[in-house]
């Protein structure tokens, strides 16, 4: 099992920052690929951004935006969010899949944090 607990979450004003973390404990891996997933009140949720051994992947909304890193040593996974919109506004999600390959679906990811709100005002 896979323990993953996100913070960081908050309010700001649209054009600011906010950097996420999700800690992980449990049965990890450095090897699994991790990703960040948010979800907009009465939408489905989606993929934000992913890591893996092969490099980091972003949805075309974030992009120029948005950063992904992970700490090995600490089995942390960031976001940092730059320039945030009030359409960035949702609850985020960190997520782990036992695979190297970061999918962009969350039916693929096996563990789940349990959400951190970020609320961007205009």
């Known amino acids: 099992q896979v323990q993953l607990v996100e913070s960081g979450g908050g309010l700001v004003q649209a054009g600011g920052s906010l950097r996420l973390s999700c800690a992980a404990s449990?049965?990890?891996?450095?090897?699994?690929?991790m990703a960040w997933f948010r979800q907009a009140p009465g939408k489905e949720r989606g993929f934000v951004a992913g890591i893996s051994w092969s490099g980091t992947h972003y949805a075309d909304s974030v992009k120029g935006r948005f950063t992904i890193s992970r700490d090995n040593a600490k089995n942390t996974v960031y976001l940092q969010m730059n320039v945030l919109k009030p359409e960035d506004t949702a609850v985020y999600y960190c997520a782990a899949r036992t695979t190297v390959v970061v999918a962009f679906s969350s039916y693929e990811y096996n563990y789940w944090g349990q959400g951190t709100l970020v609320t961007v005002s205009s």
């Open positions: 449990g049965r990890t891996s450095s090897s699994y690929a």
